[in-house]
């Protein structure tokens, strides 16, 4: 997650957040993107991860990013969500970490 953390506190490109099908090219999906960041905002993105979706999820306050986590859906409740294990934090990283640093390239000023 280290390689995560130059990210917070940068702005939003809302221009390029908004970009879905740019934001495909990443391997994400716009789950949620609000159409204005207002104060404090949470924008989702889904991806797969060992057949299971997962959410990127981008907390943002006063345009900044403010937080990233990644989270599994439980497939019987897809409201439900779980954080991911070291190992599986890892794995995930392994696969598409480099996909990531590009989105959140893209995403920031």
Avoid: W
Avoid at 39 to 49: G, K, P, Q, S, V
Avoid at 56 to 79: G, N, S
């Amino acid at each position: 997650m280290q390689r995560f953390k130059k990210y917070i506190g940068k702005h939003i490109r809302m221009d390029n957040i908004r970009d879905a099908d740019q934001i495909l090219t990443y391997g994400l999906q716009s789950q949620y993107v609000p159409e204005e960041l207002e104060e404090f905002e949470e924008c989702e993105f889904l991806t797969d991860f060992s057949g299971r979706d997962l959410i990127v999820c981008v907390t943002v306050l006063e345009k900044k990013i403010k937080r990233v986590m990644f989270v599994l859906t439980d497939p019987a409740d897809p409201d439900a969500v779980a954080p991911l294990t070291e190992s599986q934090l890892g794995d995930f990283l392994n696969q598409k970490g480099e996909k990531l640093l590009s989105f959140f390239e893209y995403i920031t000023a």
